[in-house]
């Protein structure tokens, strides 16, 4: 667990580009003590964790990866992604490993076991942990949508989840995100698609917080979406909801923009804004879910100009986040293409992460790298 100073205003006092230069100039350090290049979590501001998602769960049990048995995860199997994981990162997010399908696959039955081993490999690697997630419309079991439950009954049931959760990671789980995706694009809640605002009214919303702050006092609670890295209907959705939410004490501590973001799209260059009015409330704000896709088709490699720009998008967002005094995690949903959800999902798009499959580190990476250095070395 960190113990977190508090922001201090000076932290962007230099840029990335005058990193560089300070770096040459021997003012920052360009290799750590054991002469190797820092890392990013060794790169960063005390004051900011840098998390990945941890492979496994979800589109991974389909994939056919290479020295991986079909169904392995990548977190428990691949060594050199362990390897990467433990030395980069200060803080992780279970990718699909405590989303309800793979924690809770039957009624009664619990599946801890890859949950539980992120959380012990995080505490040897003095990680951060990002609960994901409690409140969600989508990976819910059959046994939950399907079910012939009454109201009351399907209360129970998400009640007896969160706090089953959020109370075996007492203490161990640093930010949850009780809530993630209720609002459609137009700021409407997901009303017929997620289940338990259908069946049980809004009101869960807020009844999903206090469960879970009940269960672990001390985990900071938020709000995550994406598509919300801007002002608009639904950004402008969550601030009204959370405004009214704390006005009736409703224990929430955060909001977080997951940052699925994409080359074909121009960045959000409002997001600080953004991130500063939810921090004015008095919240904690993170970036979540960041990577930068781009188009480039099956066979293809990505050329200098869309990395760069990859590179840049990824730069604006941690430099978005490290202006905003309680932005105080910023992760990137995996590191390797190797292991990405987007070609999964979006046909002919990749390459989204900030090293290849090979683990080799593309320009993004270094632009983190940079900004982190220039960010710390303003302190
Ligand atoms: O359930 C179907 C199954 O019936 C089918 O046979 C199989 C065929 O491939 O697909 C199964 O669905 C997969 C699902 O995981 C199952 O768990 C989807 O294809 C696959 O795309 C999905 O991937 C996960 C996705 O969440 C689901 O929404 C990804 O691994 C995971 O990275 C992604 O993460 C989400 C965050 O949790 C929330 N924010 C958005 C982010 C990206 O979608």
């Not at 951060?128 to 819910?140: A, E, I």
């Not at 995690?329 to 090293?355: C, H, K, L």
Request: hydrophobic residues 40%; negative net charge; charged residues 25%.
């Amino acid at each position: 667990m960190h113990i977190r100073t508090p922001r201090r205003a000076t932290r962007l006092a230099v840029t990335a580009a005058a990193a560089t230069a300070l770096v040459l100039a021997g003012t920052l350090p360009a290799t750590a003590a054991n002469g190797k290049h820092p890392s990013l979590r060794d790169a960063a501001p005390a004051d900011l964790v840098i998390g990945t998602a941890a492979a496994g769960g979800g589109h991974h049990l389909a994939q056919d990866y290479e020295g991986l048995e079909p169904g392995q995860s990548p977190f428990l199997h691949d060594q050199q992604y362990r390897r990467e994981l433990k030395h980069e990162f200060s803080s992780l997010s279970p990718e699909n490993q405590m989303k309800w399908e793979f924690i809770h696959p039957e009624q009664g039955r619990y599946d801890f076991a890859e949950a539980d081993a992120i959380v012990k490999f995080a505490r040897q690697h003095k990680q951060d942990v990002r609960g994901h997630t409690l409140l969600w419309h989508s990976q819910n079991p059959a046994w939950v949508e399907e079910g012939d439950f009454t109201a009351e009954e399907l209360r129970a049931v998400l009640k007896d989840h969160i706090q089953t959760l959020v109370g075996r990671y007492k203490g161990q789980i640093d930010q949850w995100d009780v809530a993630n995706e209720i609002f459609d694009e137009g700021g409407n809640l997901r009303t017929s698609e997620n289940i338990w605002i259908r069946e049980l009214g809004p009101g869960i919303i807020a009844d999903a917080f206090r469960w879970a702050h009940e269960a672990d006092p001390d985990a900071k609670l938020f709000f995550n979406d994406y598509n919300v890295e801007w002002k608009g209907p639904k950004s402008n959705a969550y601030y009204a909801l959370i405004q009214d939410l704390l006005k009736q004490d409703v224990p929430v501590d955060g909001f977080s923009v997951q940052g699925h973001l994409s080359t074909q799209y121009g960045f959000p260059g409002d997001l600080r804004e953004n991130l500063q009015r939810f921090d004015d409330l008095g919240l904690e704000t993170a970036i979540t879910e960041l990577d930068v896709r781009m188009n480039v088709p099956e066979g293809q490699q990505p050329t200098e100009s869309q990395l760069a720009q990859q590179a840049d998008y990824y730069q604006q967002a941690l430099e978005a986040c490290l202006a905003v005094d309680d932005c105080n995690s910023f992760t990137i949903w995996g590191f390797t293409d190797r292991y990405s959800w987007v070609p999964v999902f979006f046909t002919g798009e990749g390459f989204a992460n900030v090293m290849t499959e090979d683990y080799e580190r593309k320009p993004a990476y270094y632009a983190l790298r940079d900004t982190l250095l220039a960010a710390a070395g303003g302190k």
